[in-house]
């Protein structure tokens, strides 16, 4: 399995896609934490607003840089896990790898490990650099680099976090990895996963302002679920959401209860690398 695995991540790595996505999100986080930061001091006050102080002061930025590493890197890591499956039937090395005598299931976890390395580096990676976004705007606006405010995280809960947007982002990625696998195609899965992910933030917002059943019916999205393990990052009791989200933030009465959401979204990755492994099990691989 380790051979298959530095396998993968050796096919990763002569890519492209990956790097240009990084850059992708770099500038994304930079906007995020600068944009506001800049606003800020070309409007001419020294008072720091809410809205500012949220999105570029810590320990209340981590919120912000949070909820960008979710709201983007869930996009570009599904186009990733694309392009992970997809281009391998489009180059024709599925059949090849399965006739040496690799078993479909070790081939499929072998793609699956790739994909969480990879992600998991991508992701830290664009937390580190949002983090040293914040750090230098902290400074700029005077402000002390410090996590000792009123609600805020102590040190070992800033990583805790960061693992709920990791946690957050999986469901959508192995969307991507199953819609690759279902059609063959990295177009396919790309457009299918960014469809859903922008009709999913629409429909909550409908579904929410509709009330009554209509709320319920959230339930059968997972960006409901995503809306409650994410309010556990919040600082505060600011009804902003200051990074790049896609999803709209419900009012706190409308939140799930977070060990439900938590399930809810393993039973999601549950389904979705299920579904993956029945479709390439019962399937002839021809090219």
């Given amino acids: 399995m380790i051979s298959l695995l530095a396998s993968e991540l050796l096919k990763v790595r002569g890519r492209w896609l990956p790097w240009i996505l990084s850059v992708v999100l770099a500038a994304l986080l930079a906007l995020t ?3 506001p930061y800049l606003s800020w001091r070309g409007s001419g006050t020294q008072s720091l607003e809410e809205f500012e102080q949220q999105s570029f ?4 930025s981590l919120a912000a840089i949070l909820d960008t590493v979710h709201g983007v890197g869930a996009i570009l890591l599904a186009v990733v896990a694309a392009s992970f ?6 180059w024709g090395t599925v059949r090849s790898c399965l006739i040496r005598g690799q078993t479909r299931p ?5 793609k699956l490990l790739g994909l969480a390395v990879v992600g998991l580096i991508f992701l830290a990676v664009a937390f580190a650099l949002g983090l040293i976004f914040t750090l230098v705007t902290t400074r700029l606006a005077e402000r002390p680099i410090t996590l000792d405010v ?6 070992a809960e800033v990583p805790l976090m960061f693992l709920r947007t990791v946690y957050a982002v999986l469901p959508y990625v192995l969307l991507a990895f199953f819609l690759a696998e279902a059609f063959h195609s990295t177009a396919a899965a790309v457009g299918g996963s960014l469809i859903y992910t922008f009709v999913e933030g629409i429909l909550l917002a409908v579904l929410g302002g509709i009330g009554g059943r209509a709320a319920d019916m959230r339930l059968l999205f997972i960006g409901h679920h995503v809306n409650a393990v994410l309010e556990l990052n919040r600082i505060g009791v600011g009804p902003i959401q200051a990074g790049f989200v896609l999803r709209p933030r419900p009012e706190a009465a409308d939140l799930l209860d977070p060990a439900q959401a938590t399930l809810a979204l393993a039973l999601y990755c549950l389904f979705f690398v299920g579904a993956s492994l029945w479709l390439f099990q019962r399937r002839d691989v021809r090219s």
Avoid: D, Q
């Fill in 85 to 90: 499956v997809g281009t391998e039937y489009g």
């Fill in 106 to 110: 070790r081939y499929l976890a072998a």
């Fill in 33 to 35: 934490i600068f944009g």
């Fill in 57 to 60: 002061v810590l320990p209340w």
């Fill in 150 to 155: 009123p609600a805020g995280p102590s040190p």
